[in-house]
């Protein structure tokens, strides 16, 4: 069963824009998210993570969101560059874990 | 720093055949994750290592797959007796801490194909 969800396979934004990458989990014991960007021929590179005690998390031009009573997070990119053009993965573990588990992505396009 | 390298970039097997992944993490990282990820979807655990001791497999390192860490450094992965099931990017990652603020640092991957 999948864990970690990402509902939306694409997304295409106009540049300067705001993109907006959703995810939801069914484990109640996650407590770490993470958010992952990948290019092609690439392995996942960090972006972004929040704990469980947070609920937003600002970076530059990332802020992830972090709604723990619905299991929802988000990812916010303002605004929006056609180099952030990838597939992005949301991660979560539980506390103690080492392991991650990763949601199926989300391809984000942008369009200069 | 030259970040997390893995070896060979691809491999095409025949089903039946052995093959080994290499992978060198960071070298002041003492923990080293192997994922797989397969067309469509996320990566998923496989095995965790904190320097040469394995100490978490996941339900999907079946007894066909055989991981190491001599000496807390490189790591190996090895799958006996390929299966086309088996085709996917095997992924290693490595870590300083179980949260380190920069997250695990993945290397660009092994993709597997057995015909």
């Known amino acids: 069963d999948q864990q970690v969800k990402q509902n939306s396979p694409s997304l295409s934004v106009q540049e300067g824009r705001i993109s907006i990458l959703n995810c939801d989990y069914t484990n109640s014991m996650f407590d770490y998210f993470l958010w992952y960007k990948k290019y092609p021929a690439e392995g996942p590179t960090f972006l972004i993570s929040?704990?469980?005690?947070?609920d937003k998390n600002e970076d530059g031009r990332f802020t992830v969101f972090l709604n723990k009573s619905a299991k929802h997070l988000s990812l916010h990119i303002v605004p929006s560059q056609p180099g952030d053009s990838a597939v992005y993965f949301c991660?979560?573990?539980?506390?103690?874990?080492?392991?991650?588990?990763f949601g199926t992505g989300t391809r984000l396009t942008v369009i200069p | 720093d030259t970040g997390v390298s893995q070896d060979p970039r691809h491999k095409i097997t025949k089903r039946g055949q052995n093959v080994t992944f290499r992978c060198d993490p960071i070298?002041?990282?003492?923990?080293l994750y192997w994922y797989r990820q397969t067309l469509g979807q996320g990566p998923e655990f496989l095995t965790y290592?904190?320097?040469?001791?394995?100490?978490?497999k996941s339900r999907l390192l079946s007894d066909r797959f055989s991981a190491e860490r001599p000496k807390g450094s490189f790591s190996t992965l090895e799958i006996q007796r390929t299966e086309q099931g088996d085709s996917a990017m095997y992924l290693c990652?490595?870590?300083?801490?179980?949260?380190?603020?920069?997250?695990?640092?993945f290397g660009p991957g092994t993709r597997l194909t057995v015909t």
């Open positions: 991660a979560a573990s539980e506390t103690g874990a080492n392991n991650l588990f």
């Open positions: 990652a490595s870590s300083l801490g179980l949260r380190s603020p920069n997250g695990q640092y």
């Open positions: 070298s002041e990282h003492n923990r």
């Open positions: 929040i704990s469980s005690i947070k």
């Open positions: 290592f904190q320097n040469e001791a394995q100490l978490e």
